[in-house]
């Protein structure tokens, strides 16, 4: 007695259509691609035929559980918010809520409850500030978009499917699957570039399995992108190739630009980037001669020494080129859903500032209401009575709410963090696993596995490469009773408020939300509302839908989507490609594009003093497998059997004249702190470049990670020094850093 279900697979941006067969038992017994799905067709990467896995795994937590010293017991939802009411309003009595803090883990931008409802946490919680894993992240991306485009999240993203030239810098979506990016099988995109004449580039320290597939593969040292880019820019001026195309008459700055690009040629840049001047040119005529160019950045552009400007200068290139908001360029999405996040915030209502406060302990200023996640360490460890403190609106945090994420894995200055987390007061985690931070925590409230939820991507549809939806029922039942995680958000925002177990109303904080969200759309809250009996994020979908540019809006347009349309249609539904939008997204003062915003151009001496800096001699980049997910899949066993993947990476000249040896055993040292792992010698690195993944650690005492913990590898944020961001976006130097290799036992 089997039973088939589709739905999407959640892991990530590609959102490939799955098909889930289920016996009589309630086991997945088999997850395969569904062919039949609009938007993925068939492809699949392995980390998606792994939901069964994780929903199976006896080391996930489905009971709310309490600690008491250093014990763990199992307790009823009742007694574990009781718990967590204890805990916090202990803290507001004794400290207030300016020692209360949140940190946000990258998981919550792919569930459809956390993704809908943090707000709702967040803004009655009050927090004078929180922690997220955006600084480690794209926070310079967001940063560059705020001040060009009016909003944080108004990101444009490739228009691969139909582009002629693509440069890839600081991407490899052959693991990652694409981020800030949205396209299914983005290699089988780079065949069909090559099919219609068209090439790839990518510009990478390390020849990524990307650079693998792609027709060029270019080496630059890493955290010069920026030097590089500026380079480019001063050609195309130089070379009269500049043509903004379709938005000449939309843009702000184009003179400034080209001011600030002239003592930057690519001759000047050269030994910096280590890429000769004339593939620098070479690079800029393709660009502005291809019938349609995409110039995309990722995350190897964010988390670097110079990340806002790499990832301003990714869109300012794509603009002086005419290939912004147009088919084959970069363009922003078209869903059929609105996002929550494009909601109008109202900490922005007075126009975008930056620097409006302080950290209490580095003294760092604020960049869109965060500091660097590093600076939550020292919050937690350093008392308000030491000397040489900021003024800030916050105190020494003696409460941390985590919401998917286990920061003690994936901050930098990671063993400064773990020794930190045992002196808080109260530490509550939403979490599903007993991982490297939620075993510091005093409460553990876990959510649903990914097949127990209903699911649609949220934010994530806004740079999809079509515009395209796809809506998936749960594939198993949950207890009754059992909260889900916009009902534990509210619960947990409410106490942090201040109000009491006892006195937390779910449905009225949820109906609240809601009446905003309709009032905010031009709807009638009630006539909204007559149409459903449950809240929740499902309700809140059906607005973004009906509300959206093809929905019904509630029976104004009558031929509009609603989200019943998704329920018909299990394969999902397709609206066709990208089209032209930037008029509609950008919401700048001027109205107009802003390509040259005063804020990052003031970035740019510390980038020339760069130029004359020796070259170090020996740098750290991380990096991603396709069979790896940040820290949170290494419990599964069938994706981390085999090879171990947690190598360092080193050149064959660099590991000769290091005396290293492949399969033997380095030791990494950084100003942070030092790790022993594995050698791998492989030509695929840059000389003068090593490579360590992110996300392992899997070795602290008190977990339950029985798999992982079998392959542990090693932390990288050990190495990585929190005291080094991109100063302008708050951003981490995760990447580029200097380090010491020796062989173990030298």
Not at 683 to 694: A, C, N, R, Y
């Amino acid at each position: 007695m089997t039973t088939t279900h589709i739905r999407t697979c959640p892991l990530c941006e590609a959102m490939c259509g799955l098909e889930i067969t289920v016996d009589g038992d309630d086991q997945v017994t088999l997850i395969r691609a569904d062919r039949d799905d609009v938007w993925s067709k068939g492809y699949l990467c392995p980390k998606g035929t792994t939901l069964g896995h994780l929903h199976h795994d006896p080391d996930r937590i489905r009971e709310p559980m309490v600690r008491d010293g250093d014990e763990w017991r199992t307790v009823t939802w009742d007694e574990a918010f009781a718990r967590c009411d204890e805990l916090i309003a202990g803290v507001i009595e004794r400290h207030g809520r300016e020692a209360m803090t949140a940190y946000i883990g990258n998981p919550t931008v792919h569930n459809l409850s956390l993704s809908r409802y943090i707000g709702l946490f967040v803004a009655p919680a009050g927090f004078p500030m929180i922690y997220s894993a955006g600084t480690v992240d794209q926070w310079p991306k967001n940063v560059a978009c705020m001040l060009m485009y009016g909003g944080m999240w108004t990101i444009p993203a490739p228009d691969i499917q139909r582009t002629h030239y693509w440069l890839v810098m600081g991407g490899n979506p052959q693991a990652s699957q694409g981020s800030l990016l949205a396209c299914p099988d983005v290699l089988g995109e780079i065949d069909n570039i090559r099919a219609r004449g068209g090439k790839t580039v990518v510009i990478d320290p390390r020849r990524t399995g990307t650079a693998d597939r792609a027709d060029e593969w270019i080496p630059i040292v890493p955290g010069t992108d920026a030097a590089f880019l500026l380079a480019v820019v001063n050609v195309l001026f130089a070379d009269g190739l500049v043509d903004l195309g379709d938005v000449h008459d939309f843009v702000n700055g184009v003179a400034e630009v080209e001011a600030a690009a002239r003592e930057f040629a690519p001759e000047v840049v050269a030994a910096t980037c280590g890429i000769d001047a004339p593939t620098i040119r070479r690079i800029a005529h393709e660009i502005a001669a291809a019938p349609s160019a995409a110039v995309y950045g990722r995350i190897g552009l964010c988390n670097q020494e110079f990340g806002t400007l790499a990832s301003w200068l990714i869109d300012v290139v794509n603009v002086l080129t005419g290939n912004f908001d147009r088919p084959g360029g970069m363009m922003f999405g078209n869903p059929i859903a609105w996002s929550v996040s494009h909601l109008d915030d109202p900490q922005w209502a007075d126009g975008v500032s930056f620097g409006r406060w302080r950290s209490r302990v580095r003294g760092t200023p604020e960049v869109l209401g965060q500091v660097p996640v590093s600076c939550l360490a020292e919050e937690i460890d350093t008392p308000d009575d030491a000397p040489g403190l900021f003024e800030s609106p916050t105190k020494q945090i003696k409460a941390l709410i985590t919401i998917a994420g286990n920061p003690v894995i994936s901050a930098p200055d990671a063993g400064r963090l773990d020794a930190a987390l045992p002196m808080l007061e109260c530490m509550i985690s939403v979490d599903n696993w007993l991982n490297e931070t939620t075993r510091h925590a005093h409460v553990i409230l876990p959510g649903l596995s990914a097949l127990e939820a209903p699911h649609y991507d949220d934010l994530i549809l806004a740079w999809a490469a079509r515009t395209f939806g796809n809506y998936s029922p749960p594939v198993f039942d949950v207890p009754d009773g059992r909260p889900r995680e916009w009902q534990t958000l509210i619960v947990l925002g409410a106490m942090c408020m201040g109000m009491r177990w006892p006195d937390i109303d779910v449905r009225m904080f949820d109906d609240g939300f809601f009446a905003v969200a309709c009032e905010a759309q031009g709807v009638d809250p009630a006539v909204a509302m007559a149409h459903y009996e449950d809240g929740g994020p499902e309700r809140l979908l059906d607005l973004q839908i009906r509300t959206g540019p093809f929905g019904d809006r509630y029976g104004e347009v009558p031929d509009g989507l609603t989200l019943q349309h998704f329920r018909d249609a299990p394969h999902g539904i397709d609206l066709g490609p990208m089209v032209p939008m930037a008029r509609h997204w950008v919401k700048t003062p001027s109205g107009r594009i802003e390509l040259a915003p005063e804020y990052i151009l003031a970035d740019l001496p510390r980038l020339r003093a760069r130029l004359d800096r020796p070259r170090d001699a020996l740098v750290l980049v991380s990096r991603r497998h396709v069979r790896s997910n940040n820290s949170w899949m290494h419990n599964v066993k069938v994706l981390v059997k085999g090879k171990d993947r947690c190598t360092l990476l080193v050149h064959p000249d660099d590991a000769a004249r290091l005396l290293l040896v492949d399969g033997g055993v380095a030791r990494v040292t950084s100003e942070a702190g030092s790790v022993e792992v594995p050698v791998e010698v492989s030509d695929e690195m840059m000389l003068g470049v090593v490579s360590l993944p992110h996300g392992w650690g899997h070795d602290k005492p008190g977990t339950r990670l029985s798999v992982a913990r079998e392959h542990a590898g090693v932390n990288s944020n050990l190495l990585s020094p929190g005291r080094l961001t991109d100063v302008i976006s708050n951003n981490q130097v995760v990447n580029g850093f200097p380090v010491e290799v020796v062989p173990v036992g030298s």
